[in-house]
């Protein structure tokens, strides 16, 4: 699974207070990043989750 987070982002950082070993945010561009190119299986989940409680929906999964 992958995932990635658009422009779209808001910056309110929910993703990175939900999952920090997958979700940092960068202050320089103003918005979270994720760290890898593919998510660890034991993270997916909560990395769905993250999704799914965007506020922004910027966060795009590939399974």
Same mark, same amino acid.
């Given at each position: 699974? #992958?995932? /990635? &987070? /658009?422009?779209?982002c808001m910056g309110d !950082?929910?993703?990175? #207070?939900?999952? =920090?070993?997958?979700? %940092?945010?960068? %202050?320089?561009? @103003? @918005? /979270?990043?994720?760290?890898?190119?593919? &998510? =660890?299986?034991?993270?997916?989940?909560?990395? !769905? !989750?993250?999704?799914?409680?965007?506020? $922004?929906? $910027? &966060?795009? &999964?590939?399974?």
């Open positions: 699974m #992958k995932a /990635s &987070i /658009s422009k779209q !950082r929910n993703c990175n #207070k939900l999952c =920090p070993e997958v979700f %940092e945010y960068n %202050e320089d561009q @103003l @918005l /979270s990043i994720v760290k890898f190119d593919v &998510i =660890p299986a034991h993270l997916e989940d909560i990395v !769905r !989750r993250a999704a799914r409680e965007c506020g $922004a929906e $910027a &966060i795009t &999964i590939e399974e």
